[in-house]
């Protein structure tokens, strides 16, 4: 069973950075890529980001692409997402998973406003 806790998210302004984490359990992680993903208000989870594992690739969506950062510890089990100059376009519910996962954790809130 996977289990999957994000955390960090919060209410910033716009240009504000925030560190998005998510904890890992019930499965060893070095062997799966991994992702990012966000509820846009109005739209569809969509994809933010992902990574391969080892460290062999990375994937960023467009409007992302500069201002954020992925990044994993498997011998910790969590991996990151790192964001700077977050735009009020960022704002939504961020998820993490696992390739080929459908069970999906509670979500971190990021929200950016002036």
């Known amino acids: 069973q996977v289990q999957l806790v994000e955390s960090g998210g919060g209410s910033v302004q716009p240009g504000g950075s925030l560190r998005l984490s998510c904890a890992v359990s019930?499965?060893?992680?070095?062997?799966?890529?991994i992702g990012w993903f966000r509820q846009v208000p109005g739209k569809r989870r969509e994809g933010v980001s992902c990574?391969?594992?080892?460290?062999?690739?990375?994937f960023y969506r467009d409007s992302v692409k500069g201002r954020f950062t992925i990044s994993r510890d498997d011998a910790k089990k969590m991996f990151y997402l790192q964001m700077v100059n977050l735009k009020p376009e960022d704002t939504g519910v961020y998820y993490c998973?696992?390739?080929?996962?459908?069970?999906w954790g509670q979500g971190t809130q990021v929200t950016v406003t002036s």
């Open positions: 998973n696992l390739e080929q996962s459908n069970k």
């Open positions: 019930g499965v060893t992680l070095d062997g799966y890529a």
């Open positions: 990574i391969s594992n080892s460290n062999v690739w990375t």
